[in-house]
């Protein structure tokens, strides 16, 4: 497959603008690069840390793969008492370790927002090269094919949804994005090379694979890859062909099944297969959990997500998209019927707007409930928004009804160049106030995460009367990788480490501020270990039980949130400091 020398100078300008616009926006966003706040959904860049952190201590073959809550400790002695999570395959997991094994030796949240920032620029590339092959293909010369191809890269990375999610939120919404964009452009890549099927066809199973790896959004793209096979004949109906049908039908889903099958058995061996029932219920909107916002799916996706990300005209834009590709794909089957050919380029064109809208309304209305309470499950639909209403759309519309358009001279400059201004039209606003995604950082996460982390070992059982590290939100315990349990005595903790008798350990107690005269009293004749401005005390199981013999509980003593050992949700969300009780 052997490229003109003025389409790679074509592709070689549009990679240039691409990489220009991606690092300006890496220098916009460079106040909040490698840093973790407690808003806006960087649960999931923790959450993402946190995993892979497990991996790097442990090794993800010891750990199955298993994407656990909680890190390895004494108070959790098997994988399925560190609570794995199974909502998604470990995919998008597993590539952001291999980036930070080969780029730091271990994940950090800066190597984990770079991974995200890289994943963000070959997105924009993909999409850039995608539009420009299928606008070569409708017939464009190289220049007005490159000046719409910069359409879908700029919005891509200028709209205020991407510019937030891809730097500093990485979890399987983000992740799955870059297979997705992958495929599409392998599809299209097969469509307009025949020659070329067979080596896409193995670089599709393996796409498949690593996005059905990363989330659910990648089965609908098969599901709608499937669905164009069926209508274009190139696979056969099984009543006409059944062996035919198989063989094709495994060939375009093999790498999928691969995947789906690992995490089934990934599942089964842990035990977890009705958890993963039971979530999906729940994000279909078939059970009560938050059922008053899946009602209101509509109400809150398109009426608050999407125009928070690209702006009051992103639904439009987005139903557009949608609608656009109904009526092509429609006029492309009553050309059918009647035996008429359609212009070159064009079911080209239509199949690769289809495979980048269809699958994205297909999700968010399977999973309602997953769509309605999360804002960042808007992303997706920067790929039909960036690609389809201001390029593909009225490109292949236009070579539709008027095939010989890019042959007149004013057309097709003024129309690449009228559509490439309204997409900066609407995109400027947009991009000037894109600092409102962004939350402040927090500077406690990273200090006080790498403290804990350097003091304690997987042996000790850690108590503070100050603070704690719960399991949820889980940036503190992404970079401790240990909990800290809050406990307002000495005579509370050893009521909590009574139920470890026999067991070889240790209790900690963490003070991030001077001991009160109660603690003072529990304490005497003890010695503790001060660094970075916070005291430890550690005692061996023995010794503790002897403190513990003349600990009494105080007056006002609150109970503790959570048992050692047991999972925590912290709803208020941000680290505070507890206030001590008084002495007895």
């Known amino acids: 497959m052997a490229l003109h020398p003025r389409t790679l100078v074509a592709g070689a300008i549009l990679a240039g603008v ?8 890496v220098h916009l966003r460079r106040p909040w690069f490698g840093q973790l706040s407690y808003e806006h959904h960087q649960w999931l860049t923790a959450n993402t ?10 090794g993800p073959w010891t750990l199955r793969f298993a994407l656990l809550n909680e890190p390895r400790s004494v108070e959790f002695p098997t994988l399925t008492s560190r609570n794995p999570y199974v909502s998604y395959p470990p995919g998008f997991v597993l590539t952001a370790y ?22 963000q620029a070959l997105i924009a590339l993909t999409l850039g090269a995608t539009t420009l092959l299928v606008l070569r293909r409708l017939g464009l010369g190289r220049a007005a094919a490159t000046l719409l191809g910069t359409i879908p890269p700029s919005l891509a990375l200028l709209l205020p ?12 919404d983000q992740a799955v994005l870059l297979p997705f964009v992958l495929f599409v452009f392998l599809e299209a890549l097969r469509d307009a090379f025949p020659a070329a099927r067979s080596a896409c066809d193995r670089w599709l199973a393996l796409t498949s694979a690593w996005g059905v790896a990363c989330d659910w959004l990648f089965v609908c793209l098969l599901a709608v890859a499937y669905a164009k096979r069926l209508a274009n004949g190139d696979i056969p109906l099984p009543w006409s062909s059944p062996k035919g049908w198989l063989l094709r039908s495994a060939r375009l889903g093999l790498g999928g099944l691969v995947a789906l ?19 999906f219920l729940e994000r279909i909107g078939a059970t009560p959990v938050n059922a008053e916002l899946t009602g209101r799916f509509s109400e809150i996706f398109w009426g608050e997500y999407v125009p928070a990300q690209f702006g009051a005209g992103g639904p439009f834009l987005a139903f557009f998209a949608l609608a656009g590709c109904l009526a092509l794909g429609g006029w492309l089957w009553g050309q059918a019927l009647r035996r008429r050919e359609s212009q070159p380029g064009v079911p080209l064109a239509v199949w690769t707007m289809t495979l980048l809208t269809a699958p994205c ?17 808007a992303l997706k639909f920067a790929l039909p928004i960036a690609t389809t209403p201001f390029a593909l759309l009225p490109a292949t519309a236009l070579a539709s009804v008027a095939p010989s358009w890019p042959g007149h001279r004013v057309w097709r400059a003024a129309v690449p160049a009228a559509l490439l201004v309204a997409a900066l039209v609407y995109v400027a606003p947009l991009h000037a106030g894109f600092r409102a995604l962004f939350p402040e950082p927090s500077p406690v996460i990273e200090p006080l995460g790498r403290f804990v982390r350097d003091a304690v070992t997987e ?10 590290i719960p399991t949820d939100p889980p940036h503190l315990l992404a970079i401790s990788g240990k909990r800290v349990y809050y406990a307002p005595s000495v005579a509370a903790i050893a009521a909590d480490v009574a139920r470890y008798a026999g067991r070889d350990y240790n ?8 001991l009160d005269a109660a603690w003072e009293r529990d304490l005497a004749g003890t010695r503790g270990v001060s660094a970075s401005g916070a005291l430890l005390y550690r005692f061996d199981a023995r010794s503790f039980a002897a403190l513990a013999q003349r600990a009494a509980r105080r007056p006002d003593e609150p109970a503790m949130p959570a048992l050692s050992g047991a999972y925590r949700w912290d709803t208020e969300g941000v680290f505070r400091l507890f206030p001590r009780a008084s002495a007895p």
């Open 18 to 25: 691409t990489l220009g616009l991606f690092a300006y926006t």
């Open 49 to 58: 840390l946190r995993f892979a952190r497990n991996w790097r201590a442990e």
């Open 98 to 119: 291999a980036y930070g094994a080969l780029r730091e030796g271990e994940l950090t949240a800066r190597g984990l927002m770079e991974w995200n920032l890289v994943n």
């Open 161 to 172: 949804g991407p510019l937030y999610w891809h730097q500093n939120v990485y979890f399987a």
């Open 261 to 279: 099958a690992l995490f089934f058995a990934q599942l089964y061996a842990l035990g977890m297969l009705p958890r993963l029932k039971e979530r």
């Open 361 to 377: 309304f297909l999700q968010v209305y399977a999973l309602r409930n997953h769509s309605a309470i999360h804002d960042f499950s």
């Open 459 to 468: 042996a000790d059982i850690v108590f503070s009367p100050d603070f704690e």
């Open 507 to 514: 209790v900690v107690v963490l003070f991030l501020r001077p």
